[in-house]
């Protein structure tokens, strides 16, 4: 009888133990997760300027008022502002869903996500429905207690277009200069990679920000945040992929971006509620809300840092940049050193004979392995009938690729070997020498995370060609290629040959010239390394089997044994599934002038085997096509869009100019619209329209509006010319849907989607008189 209540006792204890290890913050996933099914199921696709961004926006709002948030409102904008100079660019409607809790001090930590989506198919789960739950509920459990510093919560607009919303931020809101603290939440899907993101080209976030997200996720008992230093040093180099936190490192204020694992399908309907693992809200919400109880009290005094990560482990080791140019420094050294050292061993006289362009014969054997590597995936590609039969894992395809080299580079050496190379050492690393010294000039461009590669590969190959042993030096040749490498098979090398093979190939051409792009590239970062190799292997002093491995039938066998086999693995996978499709894409023009619809079919993958239903006929698609244009078909007048332009009047004594008022009426709202003017000979050298963003390049003025503005868009044009001349205007406006009904039924599962195209255009002839534009009634 008395056993019971300490059996509850216990079991209560115990709840209470689990309930504390399970929540080690107030952050609550259950809520979060309702946000998060709230803003990708309920609201839906939320591309920059649609009604469901507003919608979206709207909601935070609503959110933060409800919780209790000191102030709480949209901070909008009408002109999405470049990524830097906030100079006009695309009309649309677009804001920043703005919560503030306000502290004891004027101190402020912004915590951010962006609440669009990439397009009006994608629901935007994962990109970046996910941050915006893990903010908004943050917001819920901050609002519950006081702080020191001032709480800014941010749900940016038009992120998917180009940091739209963010850059807008920075340079519009008040009280920015008070801001000493930016965490940003993009993508918070599963509890596999968490990516930190803190990188600007040539500096970075400080060092005490790095470190203190680490600690507190250590704290916290998580794994998996991983920085993956090959990827970002390319991405950082060619200003690739970023987030929100960028425009406030860029204002030299302390930022940090948490990212889930890239490699989920993003950007594409499967980036959907159905598909998210929910695990990933928690682990991110904990992290941030750590760190800002970490920095409640104040942040250090440095607002930047200029070094290298390199994660060993689990731990960040933050290599400063003076550093790395001391290594490209050495590794000059050390190169010029080895020349003169290798050139006192050579063995061939001035004035004698000897082999011709050496260092050519092997640029051009290197560059014929590194092209059958690539061509490995054409031959999988003719056995599976796939033009991307990687998709599905293209790791796997990486084996492929380097057994394919490796094999073509044995057939290399034994051609090589009939080819008369120099056995000179000092000729080929010489030129060796010389390509890494390039790669270094050229690569120093990308900055200090970039140069360092082709640094470490000069030290390497330099410290090579002093040993005495061939085998180390075999070896000490391959550890320095190993860095390169990765910039060629990089740690998120899925997500970008799944980036590569979105891109619907127009014609055989663009195959062959992607190849060559991939081949040269290759080609660029390997090719020291095959010189200095080359030089080890052709030295009169290799005497052991490395020499002759190159005719040796076994290894040939073996290599291709392991070949074939491995091919065959991979062409009995799965490519294409209902998480990871292929893209088809149904696009319809219609010239309102010629009242004439053009069908045109695009997929990212062979449509072979597909049934095309148009005009009450079924075509199947025989051949490895990925475009298929069908029968044009006559049209009425399109009840989809309608222009009405004013009669255009001469404005100016002292140049060609014109004003004239247009407007455009839509049946629906359009995804995007487009008004371009373009000169048949001059060139326009100012346009104004009013209040709207009008853009001038190349001598032609474009208006561009995204995403579904209004149904009625009307707006003046002043237009100025270099001479008189006739001027073609050109209303397009693209909508989401068919003109004429298509359906496109494929063995291969793919997402459809559908757009048309309607064009309106009319001729004007601009003079030189003055009168300002005139509306039309």
């Known amino acids: 009888m008395h056993t019971l209540p300490r059996t509850l006792l216990l079991i209560l204890i115990f709840s209470i133990t689990v309930h504390g290890q399970a929540r080690q913050t107030p952050f609550d996933p259950d809520s979060s997760a309702n946000q998060l099914r709230t803003l990708c199921e309920d609201i839906g696709p939320r591309p920059m300027g649609s009604p469901g961004e507003q919608r979206a926006l709207q909601h935070a709002v609503n959110c933060f008022k409800a919780w209790g948030l000191d102030d709480a409102f949209v901070l909008p904008f009408s002109i999405a502002p470049s990524d830097r100079s906030g100079q006009p660019g695309v009309n649309t409607r677009s804001g920043t869903a703005v919560g503030v809790k306000k502290g004891t001090t004027g101190r402020i930590i912004v915590i951010g996500a962006h609440i669009d989506s990439a397009g009006p198919e994608i629901p935007g789960a994962n990109d970046d429905g996910s941050g915006s739950a893990v903010v908004l509920e943050l917001a819920r459990v901050i609002a519950e207690r006081s702080w020191e510093s001032t709480i800014v919560f941010c749900l940016f607009g038009g992120e998917e277009s180009g940091l739209k919303g963010s850059y807008h931020f920075v340079q519009n809101f008040p009280l920015i200069d008070s801001v000493a603290l930016m965490l940003q939440v993009d993508m918070a899907n599963g509890v596999d990679w968490l990516l930190p993101m803190y990188d600007l080209k040539r500096s970075s976030a400080p060092e005490w920000l790095v470190n203190a997200a680490y600690e507190e996720f250590h704290r916290l008992e998580y794994k998996g945040l991983y920085y993956p230093t090959h990827f970002y040093a390319l991405n950082s180099a ?51 809300y750590r760190l800002v109880e970490r920095f409640d009290r104040g942040v250090p005094d440095t607002r930047s840092g200029a070094f290298l990560t390199l994660q060993l482990g689990s731990s960040p080791w933050l290599i400063p940049t003076w550093s790395i140019w001391g290594i490209v420094a050495l590794s000059v050294i050390l190169g010029v050193w080895s020349v003169v050292q290798v050139r006192r061993g050579r063995t061939e006289v001035f004035g004698q004979p000897r082999p011709r362009i050496p260092g050519l014969k092997v640029a051009a054997l290197t560059f014929g392995a590194v092209l059958c590597g690539w061509l490995t995936e054409d031959v999988m590609s003719l056995i599976t009938g796939l033009r991307s039969p990687w998709y599905g894992e293209p790791v796997n395809y990486v084996g492929i690729g380097l057994l394919g080299f490796i094999f073509a580079s044995i057939g290399a050496g034994i051609l090589g070997r009939r080819m008369n190379l120099s056995r ?28 360092v590669y082709p640094a470490l590969g000069l030290i390497a190959c330099s410290i090579a060609v002093s040993l005495r042993s ?32 979105s891109i619907p ?28 190799l080359t030089g080890i292997v052709r030295s009169p002093r290799t005497s052991w089997p490395v020499s002759v491995s190159f005719s040796n039938n076994a290894v040939v066998a073996g290599c291709a044994l392991i070949l074939v086999v491995t091919a065959g693995y991979n062409a009995v996978q799965t490519t294409y599934s209902e998480f990871r499709p292929c893209h088809v894409e149904i696009v319809q023009e219609f010239d309102s002038n010629a009242d004439t619809v053009r069908t045109v079919v695009k997929s990212t993958e062979y449509l072979t085997g597909a049934t095309i239903r148009y005009q009450e006929r079924d075509t199947v698609v025989t051949g490895h096509e990925t475009i298929v244009h069908l029968p044009p078909r006559r049209m009425s007048r399109s009840t989809w869009m309608t222009v009405e332009g004013s009669v255009p009047s001469a404005i100016g004594d002292t140049g060609a100019s014109i004003g004239t008022f247009v407007n455009v009426h839509m ?29 001038l390049k190349d001598g032609v003025a474009r208006l561009r509006w995204y995403s579904f503005p209004d149904t009625l868009i009307a707006f003046p044009v002043a237009l100025r010319l270099s001479r008189a001349d006739t001027v073609t205007e050109i209303v397009e406006a693209t909508f989401v849907g068919q003109a004429t009904p298509v359906s496109v039924a494929s063995p291969v599962p793919g997402n459809v989607d559908s757009r048309t195209i309607v064009r309106s255009r009319r001729t004007i002839a601009v003079g030189r008189d003055i009168r300002p534009p005139q509306e039309s009634e």
């Open 505 to 532: 190939a127009e014609s055989g051409i663009m195959n062959i010239l992607l190849l060559a792009v991939l081949s040269l590239y290759v080609w660029l970062l390997i090719m020291p390394f095959a010189l200095c």
């Open 238 to 288: 060619i200003g690739g992929a970023s987030s929100d936190h960028q425009p406030f490192l860029e204002r030299n204020i302390p930022a940090i971006d948490f990212t889930t694992d890239v490699s989920d399908p993003i950007h594409t309907p499967q980036d959907s509620w159905t598909w998210f693992e929910l695990g990933g809200l928690e682990r991110s919400g904990d992290l941030v």
């Open 424 to 451: 000179d050492p000092y000729r080929y690393f010489l030129r060796s020498a010389i390509w890494f010294g390039a790669l270094i000039a050229v690569m120093s461009l990308g900055g200090p995370r970039l140069v």
């Open 667 to 695: 049946a629906e709202r359009p995804y995007i619209l487009n008004v371009t003017y373009t000169p048949k000979h001059a060139s326009i050298v100012s346009a104004d329209a009013g209040p709207l963003a009008v853009g």
């Open 470 to 501: 061939p085998l180390y030096q075999v070896a000490m040749v391959t550890a320095g290629a190993y860095p390169t490498a990765r910039l060629i098979f990089p740690e998120v090398y899925e997500f970008i040959a799944r980036l590569i093979a």
